[in-house]
């Protein structure tokens, strides 16, 4: 067994990583994009917020590294709609529809 990884292992991890955030990425506009056409809108976000603070403060009071809760908050601001956001896709009225 290797201790060492080798140059070409390097950067096939490099590659996976770098294809890993896109796909997060991604998948972060599409929940965006739900969150801003939700018919309840604003009970969808402020579930979505409650959901993330409360995993938030698990991973506070836990042993996770801080990387994890870094890459956490940077996934929230993917997520959650910007002010400008929410200006520029209009909300459109719901008719009583729950999550």
Do not use: Y
């Not at 996770?64 to 959650?80: I, N, Y």
């Amino acid at each position: 067994m290797e201790n060492f990884a080798t140059t070409a292992q390097l950067n096939a991890l490099a590659q996976k990583l770098t294809e890993s955030n896109g796909q997060v990425i991604a998948l972060g506009a599409a929940i965006r994009a739900l969150l801003l056409t939700h018919p309840n809108r604003d009970r969808a976000l402020d579930v979505v917020s409650a959901e993330l603070t409360r995993w938030e403060a698990f991973g506070l009071n836990s042993n996770v590294p801080d990387g994890v809760l870094t890459g956490f908050e940077r996934a929230k601001h993917v997520l959650l709609p910007t002010d400008e956001d929410l200006e520029r896709i209009p909300q459109i009225p719901h008719q009583g529809t729950s999550l």
